[in-house]
């Protein structure tokens, strides 16, 4: 089955700065990438998701790259608030006739130092 | 358009009682998925339903747990003879026919006792 690696576990960045996070997959057959974000004893709330037929997405300060060929995928964060804090967790799925099951990386606990 | 529902919020149950959690799915959403969270922990896939199918329940333990998306009604995840390692919180998805995107409820937290 899918196994999803994510990194680093924890990641603290001065307020205003760029985060990266990074996720890994090794099945072949995943071809949706969705990142959650999830605040201390929320749900975890989709916050932008990529396809396999694009290699980049981007909405307002969150974009996401995926280099199918490596199988990897990075979320990226520019001028970080203190909103931003929480933990954000990378998946990967097959979705091969449809939705399927996500399997979710360990998270990135992004901690905005102000 | 109201979210994903689960109900209840918090349930503790002693280890060997029934514990059963409510999902309901965002409207028009025929989807549902429900994953396990432990403390400190990513999101671990349980089982993928659709109406009065299961579609993927291979994250499921095979013993003790069971699912259930009934024509009418919510989706249940029912525990039974609960043990203290099924302390955890139960988050369902739901996403809308032909479409990836999946939308989680506020979680059930599960505490056995």
């Known amino acids: 089955g899918e196994n999803v690696e994510q990194h680093p576990s924890t990641l603290s960045v001065q307020e205003g700065d760029s985060a990266v996070i990074k996720c890994t997959y090794s099945d072949s057959a995943s071809n949706y990438f969705p990142w959650y974000k999830q605040e201390l004893g929320k749900r975890p709330q989709l916050i932008i998701d990529?396809?396999?037929?694009?290699g980049e997405k981007k909405d307002q300060r969150i974009a996401v790259t995926l280099n199918k060929t490596a199988k990897h995928f990075s979320l990226h964060i520019t001028e970080t608030q203190p909103e931003d804090s929480a933990v954000y967790f990378c998946a990967a799925s097959p979705t091969v006739g449809g939705a399927d099951g996500l399997t979710f990386g360990k998270g990135t606990h992004l901690i905005i130092q102000p | 358009n109201a979210g994903v529902m689960q109900n209840p919020r918090h349930l503790v149950r002693r280890r060997g009682q029934e514990a059963r959690l409510r999902c309901s799915p965002m409207?028009?959403?025929?989807?549902v998925y429900w994953y396990r969270q432990l403390p400190e922990e990513g999101l671990k896939f349980m089982v993928y339903l659709q109406k009065e199918n299961i579609i993927d329940e291979s994250g499921m333990p095979k013993e003790r747990f069971s699912a259930e998306f009934p024509k009418e009604g919510p989706s249940i995840l029912r525990i039974q003879q609960v043990v203290r390692g099924d302390s955890a919180a139960y988050f369902c998805?739901?996403?809308?026919?032909?479409?990836?995107?999946?939308?989680f409820g506020p979680g059930t937290r599960l505490t056995v006792t």
């Open positions: 409207k028009g959403h025929s989807h």
């Open positions: 998805a739901s996403s809308p026919p032909s479409r990836y995107e999946q939308y």
């Open positions: 990529i396809r396999s037929n694009v």
